[in-house]
């Protein structure tokens, strides 16, 4: 079976947004242009395609980044079959709480469409996945959504972006009339303004562009065409002479830029009222890259030497899997996205991360939650692989004989836990089952066991993100489950240096026990982890005892001494020690080396560690006193007063362990009207006040 789409024909895209900026919307609208459905669904009457799982459309919003692909041949060709493109569109989750959806998408798209709600401008979550897409340098377009809405602001979103996302975005369209005025848009390249008309926007109808418009569209279509000659000498010198700079040169021009991330083109509409839709479309086609565009991949050998791949299908097969779905009709999918060369069904390939081999059953392609068989996946593509037994997310893919891995994705570690237990001895036994699964769909979701009170305890982003566990485990596996109290992943580790001696010594009738080792602790930057040093000279322990010592201080490490938390950032030197020919052995050395790490971090100056917090609230005027001073109390630190229309948002930063029930509270105080958005920010010291409770509780 040869290839249907030419490679440059193809765009990997993900849309992204905060929560309610109108991103699902705007992908529903994306899959009715291109004929993936015939009737368009709404976010608010619960029958989307992209948001399909219960709980999405239950609560109106996504959770689970959705997989489809469909077709666009841009508005401005006709219906000319020769420039149709196949689109792989990613819709992912905007609820600070799955913020791993995005993280992982973004790590195998090609280009990103980032929804701006028009009235509320730069969200913050849309600022966290802002900096996850430089993380992985994906091109991106920016859509400023809802220009219909009342308080809408064009100029308003756009000044934010530049202020606090890029100074390199720049407008290619600007809206024609904003709130119920909203009728059109004015397209700066092709200098054309166009009226959406008909019952879904579908008929585009070119218009005189308005008198009242003129200056402003002559402004920015200046600085327009002058950011864009300057990344071309021949059209700069061609410019400054004072000569017309034809279309498809711009076209070409601006395509090279936005890959260079040089440009940040912004374009605008209303996906709710089909308004700006198809030429987002069309820009995707035009402006974002194909897997050609892109730099080769990078990846390293079995040595660690460094290796490329291109995006060419004669290439060793090469592919990332980046998201693993428990489906209802066909068990486990695995996503994947396929660098190089050609994946073929029934084919054997190897999983170079866990070092296992694979055979490849059934491989789909996805529409949402339906799906196509196929028999090939070629470059550059993304499909899904039915029933993979060892592969979970961020594994290499690759072929048997050409090993290489790839860059693993980072995920950030859980914040929250909750104590949860089966009700009845049958939910039992399928709670187990119920939890791995979870925990292979989603690698920020923890399960462990309380070693002291033999309990499970489940770790996540936030309260929204475990209540949605709980709940597909009851759904989606038929468990009824209680559970407790939300609790904080509090942290340990230490602020000063210390050395410690371990020695384990047992006599006991026939061959003893001895392990005697001296180590090192010192504090490390926040976010370092942990770090062993062997400084063993002279082999005063053997080579062969050292890994038992790192396995000795790594258990220890996970039950810290001033409240059994994990401890964290930490470097542990291994530097001297003795042996003894006949009775050493791995066991008593792994013992030496964790009873010497607690005596040393005993003498460190330990400290619990809370996580703490990145708080909006948005609230009304005549509340602002009292959130203020109700953040305050809560030993928040307030960094900024904003104003928006008609409202207040406060910036702040806020221990976790404070915000339980703040949803209650805040609707409480403002009467109903106030929201908040609340994501990880990092881990600090807590007051000695609060240790000492924290310690108490614990001990209870």
Request: glycine share 10%.
């Amino acid at each position: 079976m040869a290839r249907l789409y030419p490679i440059e024909k193809i765009r990997n895209i993900g849309i992204v947004a905060h929560i309610d900026a109108g991103k699902t919307t705007v992908s529903e609208r994306i899959l009715f242009y291109t004929g993936v459905s015939h009737k368009i669904g709404e976010v608010h009457t619960g029958d989307t395609v992209m948001d399909w799982m219960e709980q999405e459309r239950e609560r109106g919003i996504t959770i689970t980044a959705a997989a489809t692909t469909a077709f666009w041949v841009p508005t401005y060709r006709g219906n000319d079959k020769n420039f149709s493109h196949r689109i792989n569109l990613i819709d992912t989750p905007g609820h600070i709480d799955f913020t791993v959806e995005v993280k992982r998408s973004l790590r195998v798209l090609d280009g990103a469409v980032v929804v701006f709600d028009g009235v509320s401008g730069v969200e913050p979550q849309t600022e966290t996945n802002w900096h996850y897409a430089d993380e992985y340098h994906v091109p991106r377009l920016c859509f400023i959504n809802k220009m219909d809405r009342m308080g809408a602001s064009f100029w308003g979103s756009f000044e934010a972006i530049r202020e606090r996302l890029t100074p390199n975005a720049y407008p290619i369209q600007l809206p024609i009339g904003l709130e119920s005025e909203h009728r059109g848009i004015v397209d700066l390249m092709r200098m054309k303004a166009y009226a959406f008309e008909g019952e879904h926007g579908e008929n585009i109808k070119e218009i005189p562009i308005p008198d009242t418009m003129k200056e402003e569209v002559e402004k920015w279509r200046h600085q327009l065409v002058e950011k864009i000659v300057e990344g071309d000498d021949a059209l700069m010198a061609s410019y400054l002479e004072g000569k017309e700079i034809g279309l498809e040169d711009l076209r070409r021009t601006l395509r090279k830029m936005v890959i260079g991330y040089k440009i940040v083109p912004v374009l605008c509409g209303s996906a709710l009222k089909n308004k700006g839709v198809q030429f987002v479309l069309d820009a995707v086609v035009d402006y974002l890259p194909s897997p050609l565009d892109l730099p080769p991949v990078k990846g390293t050998d079995e040595k660690g030497g460094e290796l490329t791949r291109t995006a060419d299908d004669a290439e060793p097969f090469t592919a990332l899997a980046f998201k693993i779905a428990a489906d209802p009709f066909v068990g486990s999918l695995t996503f994947f996205r396929n660098y190089a060369g050609v994946l073929k069904r029934g084919s054997y390939v190897f999983n170079s991360t866990k070092g296992v081999q694979e055979r490849i059953g059934r491989v789909v392609r996805l529409h949402a939650n339906q799906r196509e068989e196929v028999e090939e996946v070629y470059a550059g593509e993304i499909a899904a692989i039915v029933g993979l037994k060892g592969t979970t997310t961020g594994d290499t893919l690759c072929d048997t004989e050409k090993l290489i891995v790839l860059e693993k994705i980072t995920f950030p570690e859980p914040v929250i836990g909750i104590r949860i237990e089966p009700k009845t001895k049958a939910d039992q036994e399928k709670m187990g089952t119920a939890l791995r699964r979870l925990a292979e769909e989603d690698p920020t979701f923890r399960v462990a066991g309380d070693p002291e009170t033999g309990e499970t305890i489940i770790s996540g982003m936030g309260e929204l993100h475990l209540e949605i566990i709980v709940d597909r485990m009851k759904r989606e596996f038929g468990v009824e489950a209680s559970v407790g109290r939300p609790q904080v992943a509090y942290k340990e580790t230490i602020t000063g240096s210390a050395e410690a001696e371990g020695k384990y010594i047992k006599q006991s009738g026939g061959r003893g026990q001895y392990g005697h080792v001296r180590l090192k602790v010192k504090s490390l930057e926040r976010g370092t982890g942990f770090v062993f040093v062997d400084a063993i000279k002279g082999g005063v322990i053997p080579r062969e005892f050292i890994p038992a010592v790192e396995k000795g201080v790594k258990e220890a490490l996970d039950r810290g001494v001033l409240a059994h938390y994990p401890m964290i950032d930490v470097e542990v030197e291994l530097y001297d020690g003795s042996f003894h020919e006949v009775d050493s052995s791995e066991a008593a050395f792994k013992i030496a080396g964790s009873m010497a790490f607690q005596e040393a971090v005993k003498r460190a100056n330990p400290v619990i560690l809370e996580p703490v917090m990145k708080l909006q609230v948005i609230v009304p005027p005549d509340f602002l006193g009292e959130v203020t001073g109700n953040v305050n109390s809560k030993r928040g630190k307030i960094e900024n007063l904003g104003d928006r229309v008609n409202i207040k948002v406060i910036d702040a930063k806020v221990p976790l362990s404070e915000m339980f029930g703040y949803a209650t509270e805040l609707r409480s105080m403002t009467q109903g009207r106030g929201s908040f958005t609340m994501e990880f920010d990092h881990y600090e010291p807590t007051p000695q006040n609060v240790a000492q409770l924290i310690i108490e509780g614990k001990k209870k």
